[in-house]
């Protein structure tokens, strides 16, 4: 293949549009026969689109990263849900890149969908490439990647692979839990650190478990728990962890603390080797992230920071030895000598001091343990510090200096809080100075506190602390929310428009969902930004609250161009019964447009609305003239089951008992979707439908009319 300079560049949205028909035609490929017409319509347009493609390159390649598509070494939109797809579909099959090339036909295109669309298990890259062969794919090559195949020998594999290509699924294999720590080969940690910390970058923390963060440090380490690691392995570690995004960061700094602190001697060797500046810097991350040292890691850095790297003897000072700043005279030093140790101190004393090297504290009076570390840890200390001070500000007997001084103390703590997440704290900080304002107490200070709490700057602070941690304190994180009431709902609106995790922003949701009515005047506001995504949102926010106040805003939004936007805003009017709403689904359910109709039937089932049954029956009575017509149909009657309105069974009973000879394979598709919605109605209503479904010739129709009837029995 030709450099990546050397090459044309493609146009990125042509290169777009031929990725989304690639999907959809895949897609209807799996669901329709080969004669359908949506598929050869959607083979049609992806076979227009590569054309258009090979008129600016003969050949087009595609490299697969789990669910990211690459070209040109170029990630493409890693949130694009259609590019994620595709790659998806394409990393099951563990194909790690595949190339269409001029002169690649309609019916090739059919059988790679067909076959990247199958169900081929876990089954070795030979057994894949054996069935590709046996397609004859002249103008599409693929490359598999077999995790078997991955053995190593005198430095070099069996099966030669580009090297960020493995890396990269030694990586995911890793996470995903996929690969185990012992069946990793040896080049796992040689992945250089800013690469490993570049795709561990893409997973969302919430993705990962604790005992990840634990499998990754250790086999990136060593290959074994019986294997020492090195003052190398600390080094690119410690590389790794400086690459990493700051939630990650803090994850990964834990698991590592709990390494270091399982193998105290490897740690100890390790840190005496790396430099003063690097453990400095070790030092600064774990302070950075706030975390709390293990007691033996915690006394290793303590003797290190008394010991020099060259040991004792190094630090002769002319006749003498200098120790901690202290000059001790030759004749001290040598009294302290190995020779004369006896001399200093007897044998009796020796055996008392190595019973208490010998003694074992661990284990003795675990709970009194526990509860004296919880009593003296930073955290509590600096909990118990901020009440000392809210005591004090509540009490009379400070002047108006000390006042003005504690509050200066806790106005800098409550930044802390915010960061590690503490929102209890705040909100009491918050009641305190409330109460002395409510008294006049110093009412200057007071005033000037509480404006500073509820200054812009703060209030982003707490939406940017609420965005990484509000998730794990929920209930304070409300409660705080509460406090501020509509001060703080713009900030969350606008923290939610801009949000990229699809996690955070359904926690940022659920917090808005909770202040009801009073989010929805700058719901509503937000509703004229041009984005569609953000009236999507918003409509979601304001259907939660199922308010008559906003049907004259949503109602224009029905017929939006976008019709996840339109459809957002029918059901927003759906939850409550909204006539506009009902009118809204009507129109669409006889629309041209097959997408139109296909969201039209689907949120008709969702709301189980029984006005709709008759324009449903009308559609199940359309007499079908093709197989893609039956097809059609099948939406319909699972929507007509969701409803369970016995008014539908007549026009059921007569599509079953329609014959097709032309049509057969979606006539019988479409017998077995009646029988499987008939859970819905009442047994009674259909015990003849029952009784016929277990004498058919259909082992599926047989086996739902036997469930059916044997729920009725038990």
């Known amino acids: 293949m030709a450099d990546k300079e050397e090459k044309i560049p493609l146009d990125a949205r042509l290169l777009s549009d031929a990725i989304i028909e690639l999907n959809i035609s895949r897609r209807n490929v799996s669901i329709y026969p080969r004669d359908h017409p949506s598929v050869d319509k959607s083979l049609s347009k992806a076979f227009e689109y590569m054309q258009k493609l090979f008129e600016l390159r003969p050949e087009i390649t595609l490299a697969i990263a789990r669910d990211t598509l690459i070209i040109d070494d170029y990630y493409l939109d890693k949130k694009n849900p259609v590019y994620r797809e595709f790659a998806l579909n394409l990393s099951r099959m563990n194909i790690a890149h595949v190339t269409f090339i001029t002169g690649l036909t309609k019916d090739e295109l059919y059988e790679f969908h067909r076959f990247i669309s199958g169900r081929m298990g876990e089954v070795p890259a030979e057994t894949v490439e054996e069935k590709l062969r046996e397609l004859n794919l ?41 690969l185990n720590a012992a069946d990793m080969p040896e080049e796992f940690r040689e992945i250089p650190p800013e690469v490993l910390a570049r795709f561990v970058n893409t997973v969302t923390a919430d993705d990962l478990k604790e005992e990840t963060y634990d499998r990754v440090i250790t086999t990136y380490m060593r290959r074994s728990s019986e294997t020492a690691f090195s003052s190398k392995d600390l080094k690119r570690l410690l590389a790794f962890i400086n690459g990493l995004k700051p939630e990650l960061k803090k994850q990964f700094l834990t698991s590592s603390l709990r390494t270091f602190s399982g193998d105290i001697d490897s740690t100890y060797k390790a840190l005496r080797e790396v430099s003063v500046d690097e453990v400095i810097e070790l030092l600064s991350g774990i302070n950075e992230q706030k975390l709390a040292i293990p007691e033996a890691l915690k006394n290793l850095l303590d003797k290190l920071s008394i010991l020099p790297q060259e040991g004792i003897d190094s630090l002769s000072f002319e006749s003498g030895l200098l120790v901690d700043d202290i000059f001790l005279a030759p004749d001290i030093a040598n009294l302290l000598g190995e020779a004369n140790f006896g001399a200093f101190i007897d044998d009796a004393y020796q055996k008392e001091i190595q019973k208490l090297l010998d003694f074992k504290a661990r284990g003795t009076a675990p709970a009194e343990l526990k509860e004296w570390e919880r009593e003296y840890s930073d955290d509590v200390i600096e909990i118990d510090f901020n009440q000392t001070l809210l005591e004090l500000l509540l009490s009379d007997i400070l002047s108006e200096e000390e006042y003005q001084s504690f509050i200066t103390l806790i106005s800098d703590q409550s930044v802390q809080f915010i960061w590690t997440g503490q929102y209890g704290q705040i909100l009491r900080i918050l009641h305190v100075l409330e109460e002395n304002a409510e008294h006049n107490k110093f009412s200057d200070t007071t005033t000037e506190a509480l404006r500073y709490y509820h200054s812009v700057e703060y209030v982003a602070g707490l939406i940017s602390s609420l965005r990484m941690l509000g998730r794990q304190m929920r209930a304070d994180a409300w409660l705080l929310c509460e406090y501020y009431g509509q001060e703080i709902i713009p900030f969350l609106l606008d923290a939610l428009i801009q949000e990229e995790s699809q996690t955070v922003r359904r926690f940022f949701m659920e917090l808005l969902k909770q202040f009801g009515a009073g989010v929805i005047p700058e719901a509503i506001k937000r509703l004229g930004d041009p984005r569609w995504f953000v009236k999507r949102n918003m409509l979601y926010i304001l259907g939660e609250i199922n308010s008559p106040e906003v049907f004259p805003s949503v109602r224009p939004y029905c017929r939006h161009e976008n019709l996840k936007v339109s459809f957002e805003a029918i059901k927003c009017l759906l939850g409550v019964g909204d006539r506009y709403g009902i009118q809204a689904v009507r129109d669409y359910l006889h629309s041209e447009s097959r997408e139109q109709v296909e969201q039209a039937i689907a949120l008709s089932g969702v709301f189980r609305i029984r006005e709709f049954v008759p324009d449903l029956l009308q559609m199940l009575r359309k007499r079908g003239i093709s197989g893609a017509d039956l097809y059609d149909k099948i939406p319909v009657v699972r929507t007509l089951g969701d409803i369970g309105d016995p008014a539908a069974l007549p026009v059921l009973r007569e599509a079953l008992s329609e014959k097709s000879f032309l049509f057969r394979g979606a006539s019988e598709r479409l017998k077995e979707e009646i029988f499987s919605s008939l859970k819905n109605y009442q047994y009674d209503d259909i015990r003849d439908m029952i009784d016929a479904g277990l004498k058919s010739k259909n082992q599926y129709i ?13």
């Not at 195949?149 to 839990?177: D, H, N, V």
């Not at 047989?702 to 038990?714: D, K, N, P, V």
């Open 138 to 178: 002249i103008h599409i090559r693929t490359g598999l990647i077999d995790y078997g195949a991955f053995l190593f020998e005198e430095g070099k594999t069996s099966r030669e692979k580009p090297a960020e290509q493995l890396w990269e699924r030694y990586i995911y294999g890793m996470l995903e839990g996929t």
């Open 702 to 714: 047989r086996e739902e009319s036997l469930r059916l009837s044997r729920a009725r029995s038990g």
